[in-house]
């Protein structure tokens, strides 16, 4: 069995390209990094390195790499002889790989017409959906009967964290122990590829806001309280009891919420953020608090990780959330000059005020009981 992986960075070597080749896949990386890509050809293999106390290590096998950019129609060819296609290149690359994944579909239903599946791992809701739109963009419309036809873009979750990186191999990926992936098999066409580690579930939305409400929210109010407490990495952050509470709390919040939303088990989904704090307290994962913080704009948004689940509590309980109001504040209090986003939030505050910036941002209003809450704890959050 032939995968054609868009994205030889860590998480494609570390996670999806791992576990492709403990399914027996021969596994072809595509990348515009010539170096990695000219390493994936001469190496032919490297090593998976899990954080942990016992540090165990995985050889993957069955590898090469194309430079996307020197030689597009070795990844054509990829694509027509692939038995599955994976993605893990950041939302951003998606419109940029669409086109060579278009031109080798098209080419794969002259030649073959076999069924493929195309999953974008990304760390975004509905990658695959965004990038099979991309994706027609690139073809005509008499094309796309044919390829609704035979392939199809299952949307997934995934979930791993790939510390920062000091192993002295440049194909070598260290990573945590614990991974997620879960895929929508409502919309595969064909056969459902059997890849280990992969979970299959009929409705992906409940996974992907369980997922984005307890880890992406409990890392993001960890890496907020951490820097406003000028803490330098979230294990360290949680080494500090107040944070520590204030992450369970949050994660009581978003948890309450999901569970009224969406049929969770409450004893399942408690393990599950016990599972998360755990991860976010290995000591073997050194991830800095500006790197997590970064993009508090985006973070803040009406429907990322503090918005929607303090709405979803709204809802339910008719209150405002206290955690997540504090987690938001603690955004609001975010600087770093080395973010965009973060410059750029305190500039907003500095010149209509904060009330109005969170307003702008988040698309609550003014008067909303969570508004009022997150003004009520900024207030009381004095620079230290």
């Known amino acids: 069995m032939k995968a054609v992986h868009f994205g030889a960075g860590n998480i494609g070597r570390?996670?999806?390209?791992?576990?492709?080749?403990?399914?027996?896949?021969?596994?072809?990386?595509?990348?515009?990094?010539?170096e990695v890509i000219s390493a994936i050809n001469q190496e032919k293999a490297y090593q998976v390195h899990f954080a942990a106390d016992n540090v165990e290590s995985i050889t993957v096998q069955h590898i090469s790499g194309i430079n996307s950019v020197k030689d597009p129609k070795a990844v054509t060819n990829a694509i027509m002889e692939a038995d599955i296609i994976t993605t893990a290149v950041g939302p951003n690359i998606l419109p940029v790989i669409a086109k060579a994944i278009a031109k080798g579909l098209?080419?794969?239903?002259?030649?073959?017409?076999?069924?493929?599946?195309?999953?974008?791992?990304?760390?975004?809701?509905?990658?695959?959906?965004?990038?099979?739109?991309?994706?027609?963009?690139?073809?005509?419309?008499?094309?796309?009967?044919?390829?609704?036809?035979?392939?199809?873009?299952?949307?997934?979750?995934?979930?791993?964290?790939?510390?920062?990186?000091?192993?002295?191999?440049?194909?070598?990926?260290?990573?945590?122990?614990?991974?997620?992936?879960?895929?929508?098999?409502?919309?595969?066409?064909?056969?459902?590829?059997?890849?280990?580690?992969?979970?299959?579930?009929?409705?992906?939305?409940?996974?992907?806001?369980?997922?984005?409400?307890?880890?992406?929210?409990?890392?993001?109010v960890t890496a907020y309280l951490g820097s406003y407490h000028r803490y330098d990495t979230i294990v360290e952050s949680l080494q500090d009891k107040a944070i520590l509470d204030a992450l369970n709390g949050?994660?009581?919040?978003?948890?309450?919420?999901?569970?009224?939303?969406?049929?969770?088990?409450?004893?399942?989904?408690?393990?599950?953020?016990?599972?998360?704090?755990?991860?976010?307290?290995?000591?073997?994962?050194?991830?800095?608090?500006?790197?997590?913080?970064?993009?508090?704009?985006?973070?803040?948004?009406?429907?990322?990780?503090?918005?929607?689940p303090?709405?979803?509590?709204?809802?339910?309980?008719?209150?405002?959330?206290?955690?997540?109001?504090?987690?938001?504040?603690?955004?609001?209090?975010?600087?770093n000059k080395a973010d965009e986003e973060a410059v750029k939030l305190q500039e907003m505050i500095q010149e209509t005020g904060v009330e109005a910036a969170f307003v702008e941002i988040s698309g609550l209003e003014k008067d909303h009981s969570i508004t009022k809450a997150v003004m009520a704890e900024y207030e009381q959050m004095r620079p230290e």
Not at 273 to 299: L, M, T, Y
Not at 310 to 334: D, G, H, I, N, V
């Open 106 to 220: 098209a080419e794969r239903i002259d030649a073959n017409r076999a069924p493929l599946q195309i999953i974008a791992c990304e760390n975004m809701i509905g990658g695959s959906t965004l990038l099979k739109e991309y994706v027609y963009q690139e073809i005509d419309e008499l094309n796309q009967e044919g390829f609704d036809d035979l392939f199809s873009f299952p949307d997934a979750a995934v979930d791993r964290i790939v510390p920062n990186q000091t192993n002295k191999n440049l194909l070598d990926v260290t990573v945590e122990p614990y991974y997620e992936w879960v895929v929508e098999k409502s919309f595969i066409h064909g056969e459902i590829p059997e890849i280990k580690g992969i979970t299959y579930v009929d409705e992906l939305g409940p996974y992907i806001e369980r997922k984005l409400f307890t880890v992406n929210t409990g890392h993001a």
């Open 310 to 335: 303090s709405k979803m509590y709204f809802e339910f309980t008719s209150s405002a959330p206290r955690y997540l109001s504090k987690a938001m504040a603690s955004a609001l209090q975010f600087h």
């Open 250 to 308: 949050t994660l009581q919040e978003t948890g309450q919420a999901l569970v009224e939303a969406y049929g969770f088990d409450e004893g399942t989904h408690a393990a599950y953020i016990k599972k998360i704090i755990s991860r976010f307290q290995n000591p073997h994962i050194s991830d800095e608090v500006n790197r997590v913080a970064r993009g508090p704009i985006r973070k803040l948004g009406p429907k990322d990780r503090f918005v929607r």
């Open 14 to 34: 570390g996670f999806i390209g791992l576990l492709l080749d403990q399914s027996g896949y021969e596994v072809t990386f595509v990348d515009v990094n010539d």
